[in-house]
């Protein structure tokens, strides 16, 4: 079992910067994969960032490579995620998701994670 809480998101500017947090328990923190995945209002929950299961790799949607950075301390059992120059069509719910057991063993994929926290709402402004 694991479980996931978010904070951290807020309203911001566009241009601005926001960091959210994801803190773990239950199980082991560096002995499952991790990932951040956002949902607008009337979209799917769509992928954002990704450590691989040996935690050497990362993995960047498209939309925010260059701009997010996800990082990892496991020291404090807590998952980042770092947005800068922010826009708004950033704006969505963010949630953290784990992987602790392979299923299609593509980071990328929704459903390749089995626990999920509650989300932590980003609104960027215009």
């Known amino acids: 079992q694991v479980q996931l809480v978010e904070s951290g998101g807020g309203l911001v500017q566009a241009g601005g910067s926001l960091r959210l947090s994801c803190a773990a328990s239950g199980r082991t923190f560096n002995s499952y994969a991790m990932a951040w995945f956002r949902q607008a209002p009337g979209k799917e929950r769509e992928f954002v960032a990704a450590f691989s299961w040996s935690g050497d790799s990362t993995y960047y949607a498209d939309s925010v490579k260059g701009r997010f950075t996800i990082s990892r301390d496991n020291a404090k059992n807590t998952l980042y995620l770092q947005m800068n120059s922010l826009k708004p069509e950033d704006t969505a719910i963010y949630y953290c998701?784990?992987?602790?057991?392979?299923?299609?063993?593509?980071?990328?994929?929704?459903?390749?994670?089995?626990?999920w926290g509650q989300g932590t709402q980003v609104t960027v402004s215009s």
């Open positions: 998701a784990a992987d602790t057991a392979v299923v299609s063993g593509n980071p990328t994929f929704v459903y390749e994670y089995d626990y």
